[in-house]
């Protein structure tokens, strides 16, 4: 995704990246980043829980419209309201990705990259 | 506050994405400015988490992904920003979607856009917003000559001003 936000951006078109993993963001070096420190698959926070994803959506698009320069990273200061064990556990599928079950039936893992 | 980009990973999934730099060719700083006020500015959102239309999209092919595990489906799907929740399905084999299910907002959150711009704290949103399923093939190949150049194609056509991306 920040490939696809720097080739968008080459076209013209401001992007910013809301991430659960702004730290490899700013490796793929994505123009602007807004981070989470939440569950993949809630980006914008718990469902229903409109004050959260308000709070995120608010602060990606103060970062759009108003970072300054390349690179460009803030933070979302929420603690993600479920315990991490029970958190930790409930975004990942019932079944292993095809990729997971995979590295799990091989000994030498030969994947490149893998984006949950 | 710093985030940790590793609380929720597998510890075993870390190497897979730390200190791997950036893509080869992707070093260089890349900048639109932003030159609009917000509150005059056309917004588009975009998802990986795999969203589709259950009654008129196919959805991302997860069946090939089952048989070939280092392919990702590279399409893109547009969803309207006034699509009914009801209509939204998600594939994507690498969370549990049940809550993106519940509450499509928190991947795609297009009634909050539309909430900001009754506010008019946002110019405007525009008429559809997008969606791909992030697992993808390192090389990029598919997503660098076909799908990134579309996406390119439809924010202009809706003339989007800035986009928001998230991944799942």
Known sequence: MPVLARWIEAAGISTVVVTMMPAIAEERRAP??????????????????????????????????????FGTRVDVDIEWPVPLRDAY?????????????????ISRPTISEASP | MIV???????????????GRGPFAGEEAAVWAPFEKRLAASRIALLTSAGLYLESSQP???????????????????????????????????HIDDSDIRSDPEIALPARLLDQLVAERVVGSA?????????????????????????????????????LVLAPA
Request: no cysteine.
């Open chain 1, 89 to 105: 556990k409930a975004w990942q599928p019932k079944e292993p990705s095809p990729i997971v079950r995979k590295l799990l039936t």
């Open chain 1, 32 to 69: 602007r980043i807004v981070g989470v420190e939440f569950p993949f698959g809630h980006a914008f926070g718990m469902p229903g829980d409109k004050l959260m994803q308000r709070r995120v959506l608010e602060l990606a698009l103060r970062v759009l419209a108003g970072a300054a320069a």
């Open chain 2, 4 to 18: 940790d980009s590793y609380r929720f990973l597998p510890r075993s999934f870390r190497p897979l994405y730390e």
């Open chain 2, 126 to 162: 525009t008429p559809e917003h997008l969606s791909v399923m992030g697992y993808q093939d390192r090389s990029l190949e598919v997503w660098r000559e076909k799908t990134a150049p579309e996406l390119v194609a439809r924010l202009r056509d809706q003339q989007a001003d800035g």
């Open chain 2, 59 to 93: 959805a991302f092919d997860t069946e090939r992904e089952k048989g070939e595990p280092e392919w990702g489906d590279p399409s893109w799907r547009s969803i309207p920003a006034n699509a009914d929740r009801a209509e939204i399905g998600v594939a994507h084999l």
